[in-house]
């Protein structure tokens, strides 16, 4: 038989690694930062507020200090969704509230580890159909809308702070404007740039390959030594100069 039939020996090189091969590192690594900055925000949260108390925000409203925190703590968990389950996200309130449990008080633990069990509960009923419809951040923003008061009200209740509309406004304000739409303003404005530098890379690479593919015709006599053998291609056969010398480039098929 031939020797492309017979293999003559050649080894397989590997390529580079698939583009799916990559977008699943790189979902990894993302949903690895979103779980780090899930636990984090709980942690942070707890321990400011577990300082600082209640703190004025002007208007005449009230938050508690970790107020911030716990509302991109809930932007963090729509990220965990994103790029994981609701699995990771329970895991990592629970990771959050054992290292709060001893950087910040037991009670303060329970009671943020119980707020963000419940308002997760009720996320998973508004985040998944809204996400599967219109798209992550209509999902995040309206599901963390609909679960920042429930997160509230059990925080307040259950760590003793007054339960008021002051309290309930600012902590809804902090946690919906500035902790959420905020932050998914900004996530759309990278987005948009990087999926545009993208378009742009890709347009430039196929202008390339037309380029090159207009300049240059592939012919036995331009391709390598292995691979005329590979193809069973004798030397013989290719075109010759007049000094006698196999000619080996512009040479037609």
Not at 44 to 52: G, I, K, S
Not at 133 to 151: E, K, M, Q, T
């Amino acid at each position: 038989g031939s020797c492309l039939s017979r293999g003559c020996g050649v080894t397989t090189i590997q390529g580079a690694p698939s583009t799916s091969a990559n977008r699943a590192r790189g979902t990894e690594a993302l949903l690895g930062a979103s779980i780090v900055a899930y636990i984090a925000a709980v942690v942070l949260a707890n321990v400011v507020t577990d300082r600082l108390g209640l703190v004025s925000v002007g208007f005449g409203l009230l938050v508690t200090a970790g107020t911030y925190a716990a509302g991109f703590a809930l932007l963090a968990r729509d990220f965990v969704h994103r790029y994981g389950n609701r699995w990771w996200a329970l895991g990592a309130i629970a990771c959050g509230g054992v290292i709060s449990w001893f950087l910040s008080s037991p009670a303060l633990a329970v009671a943020s580890t119980l707020a963000f069990v419940t308002a997760e509960l009720v996320d998973l009923g508004v985040y998944e159909p809204i996400r599967r419809r219109d798209g992550f951040i209509r999902a995040a923003l309206i599901s963390n809308v609909v679960s920042a008061p429930v997160d509230t009200f059990v925080f307040l209740s259950l760590a003793g702070f007054p339960v008021t509309v002051e309290t309930v406004t600012g902590q809804f304000i902090g946690k919906v404007l500035w902790a959420t739409a905020v932050p998914l303003c900004l996530f759309w404005v990278c987005r948009r740039y990087w999926t545009s530098r993208q378009s742009q890379n890709q347009a430039g690479a196929q202008g390339n390959d037309m380029e090159e593919g207009r300049g240059s015709t592939w012919t036995p006599a331009t391709a390598s030594a292995s691979t005329r053998r590979l193809m069973g291609i004798k030397e013989s056969s290719l075109p010759v100069d007049d000094a006698g010398k196999t000619q080996l480039a512009n040479a037609p098929y």
